[in-house]
């Protein structure tokens, strides 16, 4: 996990806001931290996405109209006022560059501390990048202490004089990025970071023991599937794919002829990812354009519209999957998760296709509240930068408490006369 170096703002009433702006819909999730370290979920807010595609910025007017309307929502909804939130970012713009970055300790003992990582983080930013891109998130493999490799936690507190790191730089367009940001700023929202989907999706439906042994996550949303692969507790691969749950939605608007909103219907309710699940192929009647006369129509027939985008994601996903070089490696499998995961069938469509065991990715780690509300891999991207947040602030926090442990140290009591002689000679 990356050591973020900014300072944490926070809401007027000390709650955590994810906002997960997606191709279909804005999803606001409001919580409030807890002493214990967990969270409890006290309000959602959903409203209709407009103006993205396939993950991107295309009509900025109608996006922050989308979002100020999931804001308003999640504000009457949890009753607490939102001036500031963690925003995700997904789309096949965003890459993943495999790097290495190298740094000295000097300071006396040769103990590494925070401000080591930093530099050392810092100086993996330093790669060259085409002037159309921007660095999201920077995020290391494994550290290597004087030669010594195979330390995948973070090695503050140990001994060395030389120190190097593996990481994975994120990398997205800097348009999409930045117009994305401009449409959160323009709804006098405060940004407090900007997390990539599926790293905040793997906070809310992986643990940490999938994370290690090795576990390819697909987060199927509306306009793309977020690829990201997982082994000995960080992350390896990442990679979008610009198919998902809106091309299924479509292929049924143009094969039956009948709207979107009665297509997203009964994609919901009858729809199966794979003909062979289907156990009574009934007839179904469906609502026709502008009123006339209702079409006839059979799950069978549905279903095969269905599977056959629901195979293209699949195969893109394996592809993508091979591509992470650790395909073989992966001894949790495939977790499923975002909308799209929800069509019935659809993880017998994964098993088969990726030749793995796959699992279907629900939201965990939070405590109390909306907890049932939130229970769905439609909300994971929204809870998964809720848990997100939280981890970072526990970084921080620590990272402070060390900082003045080490002052309280050097500090001696010559040091303290010092302080009240000058005090006293300045009265």
């Known amino acids: 996990m990356t050591i973020k170096s900014k300072k944490f703002k926070k809401n007027e009433s000390d709650i955590i806001v ?42 900025p007017s109608k996006t922050i109209e989308s979002i100020k309307a999931a804001i308003a929502d999640a504000e009457l909804n949890s009753g607490a006022p939102i001036t500031s939130v963690v925003v995700g970012i997904a789309g096949h713009h965003i890459r993943c560059i495999q790097t290495a970055s190298i740094i ?43 030669g010594k490799d195979g330390i995948f936690e973070t090695p503050v507190g140990m001994f060395g004089i030389k120190l190097e790191a593996k990481v994975n730089v994120i990398t997205g367009l800097v348009s999409s990025i930045d117009d994305l940001t401009k449409c959160v700023t323009s709804c006098d929202l405060e940004i407090d970071d900007i997390v990539l989907e599926p790293i905040a999706s793997s906070f809310a439906v992986l643990d940490e023991t999938e994370k290690k042994v090795g576990v390819a996550m697909l987060d199927i949303g509306g306009g793309t599937t977020d690829i990201a692969i997982f082994k000995k507790g960080v992350l ?29 219907r009964i994609k919901r309710e009858f729809g199966f990812a794979s003909v062979s699940e289907i156990l009574s192929d009934d007839e179904l009647t469906v609502e026709s354009i502008k009123g006339k006369i209702p079409k006839k129509t059979r799950k069978s027939i549905l279903a095969r519209i269905i599977q056959a985008r629901m195979q293209d994601i699949f195969e893109l996903s394996a592809i993508e999957i091979k591509n992470s070089q650790i395909h073989n ?39 109390g509240g909306l907890i049932k509300e939130v229970e769905s891999p439609i909300f994971a991207t929204g809870v998964g930068l809720i848990l997100h947040r939280m981890k970072n602030m526990e970084e921080i926090s620590h990272t402070v408490t060390t900082d003045k442990k080490q002052k309280r140290k050097k500090l001696t009591p010559k040091g303290i006369f010092s302080k009240v002689k000058a005090w006293f000679d300045e009265l």
């Open 18 to 59: 994810g906002l997960d702006v997606g191709t279909t819909k804005i999803c606001v999730i409001v919580a409030k931290p807890k002493s214990n370290g967990t969270v409890d979920i006290i309000g959602i807010g959903k409203a209709p996405s407009e103006g993205l595609h396939r993950g991107i910025v295309v009509n």
């Open 104 to 146: 000295g300790i000097n300071n006396p003992d040769r103990v590494i501390q925070d401000e080591d990582i930093l530099r050392l983080i810092d100086q993996a930013k330093l790669i060259p990048l085409p002037s159309d891109t921007k660095i999201i998130d920077v995020v290391p493999q494994e550290y290597i202490i004087d």
């Open 236 to 264: 390896k691969y990442t990679a979008g794919i610009g198919i998902a749950g809106s091309l299924v939605t479509n292929d049924i608007v143009e094969a039956l002829g009948i709207s979107e909103k009665e297509a997203e």
């Open 329 to 367: 490696e992966l001894h949790a499998g495939v977790v499923i998760t975002g909308g799209g995961s929800m069509i019935k069938g659809t993880k017998e469509l994964a098993k088969e296709i990726l030749n793995m065991e796959v699992n279907l990715g629900i939201p965990n780690g939070i405590s």
